[in-house]
């Protein structure tokens, strides 16, 4: 294997014509560049230069080194640029996990801004669930995860990740257009208790999080239907097979034949957050990133009260 800095001596010395202009390029003495240069044609097993009178030039041998030396030192200044730009948060690739309600709008959002402002950023998205989200994180997988917590289900401790409050998300009730509580402007969560459900979640931990806050307002849950696929959930409300839950962030994707409505249910509310690495091993892409989803968290405004509707243009008391 070739030594890189003795090829830039080469490069340096056939650049310049003479060893005592190397050296000063270099910052070297001329006794160094001439010792260099005498290791990397023993490397070579070649002659590399040759003397004349006004100075050094390069022999066959040389030349052909030099043209592949130059190559190398053109990709090697490349590599350092794009490590120096991954540094400055302004290059290299992120990649994102996220959670199917958070892609309806804040994510999106949130990438359009970084976008904006980190366009050299490659940006990888990949939808998941919070569990999966902590644990690619925790492995390395992901430099950002959006997940979640609800009172009654907690997160847990996991090792390297650092989770950042986003915004608290409060979930509300979604209802066939003809329901015969449509016209309310908030429901508690114990009047449901005949209805049938759709759960918007097939698996991991918070699967429960439906029949925990059901079995505290006492009733069992009558289940009809699980899915992953959020678009699935509203059109089986559309269709009248049964209710479901909505998050705030998610009802500027409410589609017609749906009526959302507040649920009156404290435990029924979660906090987003951002999982990052701890701050000594995150990319800085990521803390901007960051900074992006707080951004529009503040734009889509504060989650409604029983006294008003979100700022996100959905009218509850439609």
């Known amino acids: ?8 001596v080469l490069y340096e010395v056939a650049k310049a014509g003479s060893l005592t202009a190397a050296a000063k390029e270099l910052n070297y003495t001329p006794s160094a560049v ?6 990397l044609q023993r490397e070579t097993d070649s002659r590399l230069i ?12 040389g030349r052909q080194l030099l043209r592949h030396a130059t190559i190398v030192l053109a990709e090697l200044r490349s590599a350092e640029a794009a490590l120096a730009a991954v540094a400055r948060g302004e290059g290299g690739r992120m990649r994102l996990g996220s959670f199917p309600t958070a892609n309806a709008t804040l994510m999106p959002r949130a990438v359009a801004a970084f976008r904006g402002d980190h366009p050299a950023v490659e940006l990888e998205l990949v939808e998941l669930d919070r569990d999966e989200g902590l644990a690619q994180v925790a492995d390395h997988h992901l430099d950002i995860a959006l997940v979640y917590e609800f009172p009654m289900i907690p997160m847990g401790d996991t090792p390297e990740v650092e989770a ?3 915004v608290v998300d409060p979930l509300h009730i ?36 439906l029949p925990q806050a059901c079995h505290a307002a006492g009733f069992e849950p009558d289940i009809v239907f699980r899915t992953d696929d959020q678009m699935a959930v509203r059109g089986l409300v559309a269709a009248g097979i049964g209710i479901a839950l909505v ?3 998610a009802l500027a994707t409410v589609p017609p034949g749906v009526i959302v409505r507040r649920l009156d249910e404290p435990s029924l509310t979660r906090t987003v957050m951002a999982a990052v690495p701890p701050e ?23 989650p409604p009260t029983r006294a008003r509707p979100p700022s996100m243009g959905l009218d509850l008391d439609e």
């Open 50 to 61: 040759e003397r004349h009178r006004r100075g050094v030039r390069l022999t066959e041998a």
């Open 1 to 8: 294997m070739l030594n890189v800095p003795r090829l830039r």
């Open 164 to 166: 950042i409050p986003l």
């Open 280 to 302: 000594s091993r995150r990319l800085p892409a990521a803390s901007a990133m960051v900074q992006s989803l707080r951004e529009i968290c503040v734009q889509l405004g504060t």
């Open 174 to 209: 979604m209802l066939p257009s003809d329901h015969p509580m449509a016209s309310r402007s908030s429901i508690r969560l114990a009047e449901l208790s005949t209805q049938h459900w759709i759960q918007g979640v097939r698996h991991g931990s918070t699967i429960e999080v």
């Open 247 to 249: 998050p705030w962030l």
């Open 34 to 39: 001439s010792q260099q240069i005498a290791l």
